[in-house]
């Protein structure tokens, strides 16, 4: 399994729908799960942290299965300004301070 | 602006050319951070350093790559005789914690 992997996307969703991304991660020590927003052209900002279970942040719901070795992001009732990439991002092995990116998910949302 | 600061924006080389880009981090951040990232791919971590200290480099980071942050603030990452292979959008990061990294605008180098 790939240190980090995304669904490949891209989604093309309508204003108001509900969208879910997942993420796979290899390293079953990992602790903290992140996502980031990348617009185009533009440089990564963080999203959302992960340290349990889940976290929620409005519209933005991040759910952690450590069983399965899955990280999720849901978008509620999604905006025309949610389109972008998400990048999905985890802690590497061995106490190295990197983050390790998914390619990252595109999400176009359509009036 | 309080933000991670790069410059130049823009960079446009020929091959064989070397190449020097700078990075101002937030000013409280002691941990700094390169990456690279080309189209459709998420960035790639090439070094980090805490204060001055370089403490990790990627076997991505070859011998024409090196980095420096030389007073513990701002860093410059030069590349010595660039080729066709390292164009791509060079990004900065900083953190006062090694979780939460503010990226820079990044630098978008092409090399002809």
């Known amino acids: 399994r790939k240190e980090v992997e995304q669904d490949p996307g891209p989604f093309n969703v309508p204003e108001g729908a509900t969208v879910a991304f997942n993420c796979t991660y290899s390293?079953?020590?990992?602790?903290?799960f992140f996502w980031y927003r990348q617009d185009c052209r533009k440089e990564p900002k963080l999203l959302m942290s992960?340290?349990?279970s889940g976290n929620e942040d409005g519209r933005f719901t991040a759910q952690l299965n450590r069983a399965s070795q899955y990280i999720s992001l849901l978008i509620r009732d999604s905006k025309l300004s949610d389109s972008a990439t998400y990048l999905c991002v985890v802690p590497p092995e061995g106490g190295s301070e990197k983050l390790v990116f998914g390619k990252g998910t595109k999400l176009t949302v359509n009036p | 602006d309080t933000g991670v600061s790069q410059d130049p924006r823009h960079k446009i080389t020929k091959r064989g050319q070397n190449v020097t880009f700078r990075c101002d981090p937030i000013?409280?951040?002691?941990?700094l951070y390169w990456y690279r990232q080309t189209l459709g791919q998420g960035p790639e971590f090439l070094t980090y350093f805490q204060n001055e200290a370089q403490l990790e480099k990627s076997r991505l980071l070859s011998d024409r790559f090196s980095a420096e942050r030389p007073k513990g603030s701002f860093s410059t990452l030069e590349i010595q005789r660039t080729e066709q292979g390292d164009s791509a959008m060079y990004l900065c990061a900083s953190s006062r914690w090694v979780n939460e990294q503010f990226f820079g605008p990044g630098t978008r180098l092409t090399v002809l």
């Open positions: 000013s409280e951040h002691n941990r």
């Open positions: 390293n079953s020590a990992s602790q903290s």
């Open positions: 992960v340290y349990s």
